[in-house]
């Protein structure tokens, strides 16, 4: 028998601006997180304008001195990683998806739940106000290494380093406070008949990125007091000179950003897999597989930290275990990309604006796969070490997880957010303006790493007696690219918010999904559900002989 549900529909001020509703908490995480997303555009924009047009003014900037350009280049990297993946891929997807898909009315704790938000935007004003302080925003790299982000002569900013590293304890809050909540809902408030098989991929990629955070982050918490103190109150946990060591920050921090890697690459692929399998109208193909694989990267995700230093001075023995652990994990990465591939085989594909997101995710990460096994191993990176292979590496990874992903999870779920459809020309001209571009950014930067090109350098016009000017018809290359794909980025803008009014209006299902989010009205109402439904089979059904329609939703009975 089901339930059913009453819920007196909010005022203005509560539902929008104090609401504990997850679907509002879900698009202000989006809408915060695509805000922080144009600002480390811009701050791309600022650098690669420096490094293609050196020395030259920058327009809407002005002259790009050498502490600017490296208060920029630390900024970017922050924002993009902790401000834009991490609230839009884990934060704004896992508050609207989890009640909705495993069938409640809202996140076990929903006060908590809004907590997390308003802490996670205080982080957030606290990191954009340390470009207003005295001396800048910081610019020890996001890395934050000691001695540049500790206290003593070194210190860049420190006023922005005590902002930054404040900033960024904050957003840990946040995430931590936000994975509970994940990890409770999920395992307590699943729809009657739900079992642990029938949980949608997605859902199980949140709550897996979730523990993997919440286990990894303590050491840096940890870290990050005790560089907090070398900040403020001249201790010495990391400075040499006082029977500290530098290397425990490196340490300590690659302890967590490695795993924070899988943090959100993990509910990437889950956005990705549940796509893909919409649209080539076919059951994921080895569910059990890909989610067992997904467990197995999230525990070796934390026996790779230290091939991050391989040139810091470690045990060559050691660096051989960790070129080990390196490759192994690329084993069941590969693994869940060629089960997609399997999961495209021989279905009936449909290439919308999602899909074609989701296609490009698998092929750009593919090539960020294959480059960072050069990277895994010890003896090449020590001559790759800090060049432009590694930013080019990077982003093929990071790029396809924070930007591709996100697209396509945001053109596939747009309808049930907010009860349109996003028009699909301008979301196809949007992909390709994107896609192109991006790789005429970084396969020149692999060419320019290869050749010698250290990564955080203002300006290579120092470097002429090395005939390093020979290499910047292929900076300007990947400058001029970026310029296009963030001119593009402006269609999707346009396409979005057009779409929020004018939009063709969608019914609850317009994909002709299987998964609980689909069977509630678009948008759905507060409380979700008019009655709580009951669960009767897995997510990915389609393709079933003898029914009339080709998908077999989970609440529908035999």
């Not at 805000?35 to 304008?49: E, Q």
Request: glycine letters at 8%; charged letters at 10%; proline letters at 6%.
């Amino acid at each position: 028998m089901s339930t059913q549900v009453q819920h007196a529909e909010p005022g203005v001020f509560k539902k929008y601006f104090w609401s504990t509703d997850h679907k509002i908490i879900a698009m202000q995480y989006l809408f915060t997180g695509m805000a922080m997303g144009l600002i480390g555009g811009y701050l791309a924009y600022v650098f690669r304008m420096q490094l293609g047009f050196p020395n030259q003014s920058v327009p809407g900037f002005g002259i790009v001195t050498p502490g600017k350009y490296n208060a920029v280049v630390t900024m970017h990297g922050s924002i993009m990683i902790f401000w834009v993946a991490m609230p839009v891929l884990i934060a704004a997807f896992g508050n609207f998806l989890i009640p909705l898909m495993i069938g409640c009315d809202d996140m076990a704790f929903p006060r908590i739940n809004r907590l997390s938000y308003q802490v996670f935007l205080l982080s957030a004003l606290l990191l954009l106000s340390s470009f207003l302080v005295k001396g800048g925003a910081f610019g020890g790299a996001w890395t934050s290494y000691p001695p540049l982000s500790a206290n003593g002569a070194y210190n860049l900013t420190p006023i922005g380093a005590t902002l930054w590293l404040l900033a960024v304890a904050l957003e840990f809050v946040a995430f931590l406070l936000g994975g509970i909540n994940f990890t409770v809902t999920v395992m307590n408030s699943r729809a009657p008949g739900m079992k642990m098989f029938d949980i949608p991929f997605v859902i199980w990629m949140i709550v897996l990125a979730s523990v993997v955070f919440m286990a990894s982050v303590g050491p840096l918490i940890a870290g990050a007091v005790m560089l907090l103190f070398d900040q403020t109150m001249s201790t010495g946990f990391y400075d040499p000179n006082r029977g500290g060591d530098p290397l425990l920050w490196q340490h300590l921090f690659w302890f967590f950003g490695h795993p924070e890697v899988y943090v959100v690459l993990l509910p990437a692929m889950g956005i990705v897999a549940e796509i893909i399998a919409v649209f080539a109208r076919k059951k994921l193909f080895g569910y059990k597989t890909i989610l067992y694989t997904a467990w197995s990267v999230g525990v070796l995700s934390f026996v790779v930290w230290a091939h991050h230093q391989f040139v810091a001075g470690i045990d060559p023995r050691m660096a051989n275990i960790f070129s080990i652990t390196t490759l192994l994990i690329s084993i069941p990465i590969a693994e869940m990309v060629f089960l997609y591939i399997a999961t495209l085989y021989g279905g009936s594909i449909r290439l919308t604006t999602a899909m074609l997101f989701a296609l490009a995710f698998v092929a750009e990460f593919m090539i960020g796969g294959v480059t960072g096994i050069f990277l895994g191993a010890s003896g090449v990176d020590i001559y790759l070490h800090d060049t432009y292979f590694v930013i080019a590496h990077f982003h093929y990874t990071f790029v396809p997880i924070a930007i591709i992903s996100v697209f396509a999870g945001i053109y596939f779920w747009f309808p049930k957010m907010f009860g349109r459809m996003m028009n699909e020309t301008l979301g196809k001209i949007h992909f390709w303006g994107t896609v192109i571009p991006f790789n005429f950014i970084f396969i020149p930067l692999f060419m320019t790493g290869a050749a010698g090109d250290q990564r955080r350098v203002y300006s290579y016009a120092q470097f002429a007696e090395q005939a390093r000017p020979a290499l910047q018809h292929l900076r300007t290359t990947a400058t001029v690219s970026l310029l296009v794909m963030l001119a593009f980025q402006f269609v999707f803008i346009f396409n979005f918010i057009w779409s929020l009014r004018n939009g063709k209006r969608a019914g609850a299902n317009p994909w002709r999904s299987t998964t609980l989010e689909w069977t509630v009205p678009s948008p759905p109402p507060h409380g979700n559900f008019a009655e709580l439904p009951t669960v009767y089979r897995g997510p990915y059904e389609y393709g079933w002989p003898g029914r009339a329609d080709d998908y077999w939703p989970q609440d529908v009975p035999d």
